[in-house]
């Protein structure tokens, strides 16, 4: 059971460039979202999604862009990389929003120079 | 949703029970208290979750007095392997919000 997969693990960027941060589940959960997470800080929510087709903004969405085509499926992406843009990304799913078991994958360790 | 409130830092040493008390003043009659861990380089564990009086599992105690108003997540006898950062999150089973992490707890394992 793989759980949630996050690739690439590791990433860097030049300014400007756009890239796709890759997330998939294997649970068959419906909620599925995206967190930033910076040094000495906890996570902050990018963007969510409630089901296929679904999707809307957290807390700190301004740069990001998200789709969700499939269950399984739930890809970042960031459209023109940014120094700030640097930073740990957690894609977590859940059986269903407000379900507080949610699954957190590895993390992807993104820095923009 | 209920704002919570928990200490930075702890440090402790090998052997010794911790307890990390988390504040939610705030907390509505439809909201679940919910404990995470995240290890260095890795993404938050779900530990514990509860309602009131207390819960157990193979992890951790998980202790909610009456007034709801705060919690305390207990972990017996820590180790190493504890070190990690623990959030205390506060979740409407409504379904209506996602889950807010806070900056969260910093335990440190001493040998």
């Known amino acids: 059971n793989a759980g949630v997969t996050q690739t690439p693990k590791f990433q860097v960027l030049k300014t400007g460039q756009s890239m796709t941060l890759q997330c998939a589940q294997d649970?068959?959960?419906?909620?599925m979202s995206w967190y930033r997470q910076d040094p000495g800080m906890g996570l902050r929510l990018i963007h969510y999604?409630?089901?296929?087709?679904?999707?809307d903004q957290g807390e700190v969405p301004n740069g990001y862009n998200v789709s969700r085509s499939t269950t399984e499926d739930f890809p970042l992406r960031l459209l023109s990389a940014a120094p700030s843009q640097t930073s740990v990304y957690f894609c977590?799913?859940?059986?269903?929003?407000?379900?507080?078991?949610?699954?957190f994958g590895q993390g992807t360790r993104l820095t923009v120079v | 949703l209920a704002k919570t409130t928990q200490p930075i830092s702890m440090d402790s040493y090998e052997g010794q029970e911790v307890n990390i008390t988390c504040s939610h003043n705030?907390?509505?009659?439809?909201?679940?208290i919910t404990w995470y861990q995240q290890f260095p380089s890795q993404g938050p564990r779900f530990i514990i979750q509860?309602?009131?009086t207390k819960v157990t599992n193979e992890v951790a105690s998980l202790f909610i007095p009456a007034d709801r108003k705060s919690s305390t997540l207990s972990l017996p006898r820590v180790s190493l392997s504890d070190t990690a950062v623990y959030y205390c999150?506060?979740?409407?089973?409504?379904?209506?919000?996602?889950?807010?992490f806070g900056k969260g707890t910093r335990l440190s394992v001493i040998a």
């Open positions: 509860g309602y009131k």
């Open positions: 705030n907390i509505a009659t439809n909201d679940y």
């Open positions: 649970m068959n959960h419906e909620y």
């Open positions: 977590a799913s859940s059986l269903r929003r407000g379900n507080t078991e949610a699954f």
């Open positions: 999150l506060v979740v409407s089973y409504s379904g209506n919000t996602p889950l807010v």
């Open positions: 999604s409630v089901g296929a087709g679904i999707t």
